[in-house]
Nanobody, 125 residues
């Protein structure tokens, strides 16, 4: 069992930056791939970024490539999402997720086993 708690969301002006953190409980954190997803009002949950269990491979959605970076620290049971050059269209609830996933499914939300409660990111124009 893994429990995930996101933090770092908030209100930021367009062009600004935020760093989201996700703290995980449980000794098996380092065995899970970790992902970030987001959901805007009236839209489906969409993939943002993911990182393999070792941190050796990262995956980023084309829509945020070059702006967002995912990283993890297994010693701290944490995963991070650095978001730069934010735009109003990045406004959404951002969720952290964990799962024992092969790379082929790492972009699919239904492949993940555990989810955090989400943190709101609002980007004003």
């Amino acid at each position: 069992q893994v429990q995930l708690v996101e933090s770092g969301g908030g209100l930021v002006q367009a062009g600004g930056s935020l760093r989201l953190s996700c703290a995980a409980s449980g000794r098996t954190f380092s065995t899970y791939a970790m992902g970030w997803f987001r959901q805007a009002p009236g839209k489906e949950r969409e993939f943002v970024a993911a990182v393999s269990w070792s941190g050796g491979r990262t995956y980023v959605a084309d829509s945020v490539k070059g702006r967002f970076t995912i990283s993890r620290d297994n010693a701290k049971n944490s995963v991070y999402l650095q978001m730069n050059s934010l735009k109003p269209e990045h406004t959404a609830v951002y969720y952290c997720a964990a799962g024992g996933i092969a790379s082929s499914g790492i972009r699919r939300p239904d492949e993940y086993d555990y989810w955090g409660q989400g943190t709101q990111v609002t980007v004003s124009s």
